[in-house]
């Protein structure tokens, strides 16, 4: 079966969110935990949202973070799925 075939599927995108959300949930703690560890530690949120999210840092923070979490559900999906 073809990607294209795959993706007509109600089951292959309810795998891909299985796959796709607890990635994301995943990834953003490590993300946040690689930097700014201390400050969380701390109880210092207002440091942590200055360093990962004001300024328009949010895009990039949160952007990048969909982005492979959305492509990393679709790939082990698509190889999973018969």
């Given amino acids: 079966m073809t ?3 795959k993706t007509k599927q109600p089951l292959f ?15 953003t703690l490590i993300s946040l935990l690689m ?6 530690f ?6 942590v949202n200055q360093v990962n999210f004001a300024d328009g840092k949010w895009m990039s923070f949160w952007g990048l973070k969909v982005f492979l979490s ?3 559900g679709l790939y082990v999906t698509n190889k999973k799925m018969k």
């Fill in 3 to 5: 990607f294209i075939e």
């Fill in 13 to 27: 995108w309810s795998n891909v969110a299985k796959v796709a959300i607890p990635f994301f949930i995943m990834v």
């Fill in 70 to 72: 959305a492509f990393y």
């Fill in 42 to 47: 701390a109880g210092d949120f207002a440091k």
């Fill in 35 to 40: 930097n700014s560890w201390r400050d969380i």
